[in-house]
Nanobody, 122 residues
Framework: QVQLVESGGGLVQAGGSLRLSCAAS????????LGWFRQAPGKQREFVAA??????AYADSVKGRFTSSRDNAKNTVYLQMNSLKPEDTGVYYC?????????????????WGQGTQVTVSS
């Protein structure tokens, strides 16, 4: 059974940093794209970042502030979030795709974690 478990969310002031982790189990995703999405109350889930062996992709709203990395030995993906803004608030989900290149759409991901709350206060 495939499981993705996020951790590292919390409450932080604007300008602060958080590092999210997503540990995968049940299968290895070293050849697959792993992504981060977020969902604010009343809004649709939106793409944040994705990483694969071929590269990374970021939403324009987080470029230069967020960095995604992965440790294939640990089957874990990370999202380093710096210079956080109140508009970054939401539930952050990690996801795994069957594709090998970074993907930006929700329907391109097959497995999802339960999400971790990130709240940025002004």
């Amino acid at each position: 059974q495939v499981q993705l478990v996020e951790s590292g969310g919390g409450l932080v002031q604007a300008g602060g940093s958080l590092r999210l982790s997503c540990a995968a189990s049940g299968r290895t995703f070293s050849s697959n794209a792993l992504g981060w999405f977020r969902q604010a109350p009343g809004k649709q889930r939106e793409f944040v970042a994705a990483i694969s062996w071929s590269g990374t992709a970021y939403a324009d709203s987080v470029k230069g502030r967020f960095t995604s990395s992965r440790d294939n030995a640990k089957n874990t993906v990370y999202l380093q979030m710096n210079s956080l803004k109140p508009e970054d608030t939401g539930v952050y989900y990690c996801a795994a795709s069957f594709n090998s290149a970074p993907r930006t759409r929700v329907n391109e991901y097959a497995y999802w974690g339960q999400g971790t709350q990130v709240t940025v206060s002004s």
